[in-house]
């Protein structure tokens, strides 16, 4: 059991430019979540997978924001211009369908200057 | 909708001694999970403690128990036996499809 891992885990951008961030999950969990801490408050949940199925989107925070899990796998969290607001620590989780708690990866911190 | 409300932003005890961050939710649901997860400075979160809410024993892990109160809402977490290495951010958070997170507690701990 490796954990789950999260790359980069720092990014630096210029506003207006797209990132991706990658996310490999404990490898027998088939459910993989996002969220994104802003500093000073707990994780706010985006959306989430259970393997290729994207099960709630609603919550990304603009059409601006994207993910996918194309073989049910490793998760990307993309962010298309990006803006000076959406600087934060990008969380991926994962977890089984049978239990609810899940496991964090150590973040991404993006920086959008 | 499901809240949870950490009313202590901050939280301070000594090396040795036994501190308690308090934690109170609200939800629909009938079945549901409660954790504690911890944060240390610029590391991952990590889950310390769950309970069910159907359980009525409160769940331990070590020198970590809780106390669930389910008519109030009300899930704390007790610390005993502090250690240096107990100074994080504590989050209390609720099932649903996702995790519910508090604004969470920063406890610092003093030698």
């Known amino acids: 059991d490796t954990g789950v891992s999260q790359n980069p885990r ?16 404990i490898s027998e969990h088939n459910r993989l979540y996002w969220y994104r801490q802003t500093l000073g408050q707990g994780p ?12 709630e989107k ?5 059409d601006r924001f994207s993910a996918e899990r194309p073989k049910g796998s490793f998760s990307t969290l993309e ?16 977890s089984t369908s049978l239990a609810y708690e899940q496991y964090f990866g150590p973040g991404t911190r993006l920086t959008v200057t | 909708a499901q809240t949870v409300t950490q009313s202590q932003p901050e939280m301070s005890v000594q090396e040795a001694e036994t501190v308690t961050l308090s934690c ?5 649901e009938s ?6 997860y911890k944060q240390p400075p610029s590391r991952q979160m990590i889950l310390v403690i769950r309970q069910e ?8 892990e070590n020198r970590f128990s809780v106390n669930f109160q389910k008519a ?18 504590y989050f209390c958070a609720l099932s649903g499809y996702a995790l519910n997170f508090g604004k969470g507690t920063s406890l610092l701990v003093t030698p």
């Open chain 2, 31 to 36: 079945d549901y999970y409660l954790f504690w």
């Open chain 2, 53 to 60: 809410a159907y359980k009525q024993q409160n769940a331990t």
């Open chain 1, 58 to 62: 609603s919550r990304l925070l603009s």
């Open chain 2, 24 to 28: 109170t939710y609200d939800t629909s």
């Open chain 2, 72 to 89: 109030a809402k009300s899930f704390s977490l007790k610390i005993s036996d502090s250690q240096l290495g107990d100074a994080a951010m």
């Open chain 1, 10 to 25: 720092h990014k630096i951008t210029k506003r207006g430019q797209n990132v991706t961030f990658r996310c490999d999950p």
């Open chain 1, 79 to 94: 962010i298309q211009r990006t803006e000076q607001g959406d600087s934060a620590m990008y969380l991926c989780a994962s």
């Open chain 1, 44 to 55: 706010e949940f985006l959306t989430y997978f259970q393997n290729e199925a994207q099960l």
